[in-house]
Structures are given as structure tokens and as C-alpha cells.
């Protein structure tokens, strides 16, 4: 019997499947706060015409609007893939306590591939990392999303 997913990580699902519904790759992100949602995004950069509006820079851009605050100490943030390096620089410079992934990108991550920023010398701040929850069902959007793109209309 597989593991139940975490309601953010479903959130986070729900939000990829959005975006690619409009067109965005799918990947979606939600910060929590004490169990609380606090903000949840897909991506948005075909939409808003932003090549930072990741889902995971969208939501915590929200949840420090909605916080009051550019610290989210306390925060915990689940993405569906693992996040790029322009997205790891800003959960370190947010204080995000807790980054959980569903699936790695060994392409562009920065987290576990590539740069590995959280493990660099000139990153003050590391969140806990926990990686593969939920792994399997973000693999499989970002799959159809692109063999679908391939094949066209």
C-alpha cells in the first residue's frame, strides 16, 4: 500500500496540473506555516509574461505579502520539482525551514544536482531537505506535459 501524500504535496500536484492546463510547465508550489497553507502557485511565466515566475518564487512571494515579512522562518515549502538555482536562492534568502520535492531534475535542480546551493560555502542558510514525496505523480505530469509538446497539436 503506497504512503498517503501530504495535503501540501497534493495542493502542490493540483497546482502543477493547473498550470499545465494553461499552457505552463507543470510544477507547482505551496508554503505552509504550523500545518496552515499560507500560499500556493503553478508555474506562471508563459502568463505573466515573467521568467522568475516560478511556482515556487510566485508562492513564496505571496507568502511573505501575506505574512508581512521577507523572513519566512517557520515556513515549509513543497514544490513537485526539485527547485532550480534561482528558486534555491530564494528559499535560503526567505529562511524557508523545510524544502520537500516530489521529483528530481537532474537537468536544472540545484538542490541535489547540479550546484547543490544549500551545500555551498556562500549560502547562509540551508533549509532541512526531504526529496521523492510524491515523486512518481510529478514524473509522470512533467512526462505527458512534454511528450505531449513533442507531438504537437
Excluded at 549560502?123 to 511528450?147: K, M, Q, T, V
Aim: overall charge neutral; some cysteine.
Amino acid at each position: 500500500m503506497p504512503f498517503p501524500l501530504p495535503d501540501p504535496m497534493r495542493l502542490a500536484l493540483e497546482k502543477a496540473r493547473e498550470a499545465a492546463l494553461a499552457g505552463e510547465v507543470p510544477v507547482g508550489a505551496v508554503v505552509t506555516r504550523g500545518g496552515e497553507i499560507i500560499a500556493s502557485s503553478g508555474n506562471a511565466m508563459r502568463s505573466a509574461f515573467d521568467p522568475t515566475a516560478h511556482a515556487e518564487m510566485v508562492a513564496i512571494r505571496g507568502a511573505a505579502q501575506r505574512l508581512g515579512t521577507s523572513r519566512l522562518d517557520g515556513c515549509d515549502l513543497w514544490v513537485t520539482l526539485e527547485p532550480c538555482a534561482m528558486c534555491a536562492g530564494a528559499i535560503a534568502l526567505a529562511r524557508i525551514d523545510r524544502l520537500y520535492f516530489a521529483a528530481p531534475d537532474p537537468k536544472g535542480g540545484a538542490v541535489v544536482h547540479g550546484p547543490r546551493l544549500f551545500s555551498q560555502a556562500t549560502c547562509h542558510h540551508a533549509p532541512e531537505i526531504y526529496g521523492g514525496i510524491g515523486e512518481g505523480e510529478s514524473a509522470d505530469l512533467l512526462r505527458e506535459f512534454f511528450r505531449a509538446r513533442r507531438q504537437g497539436p
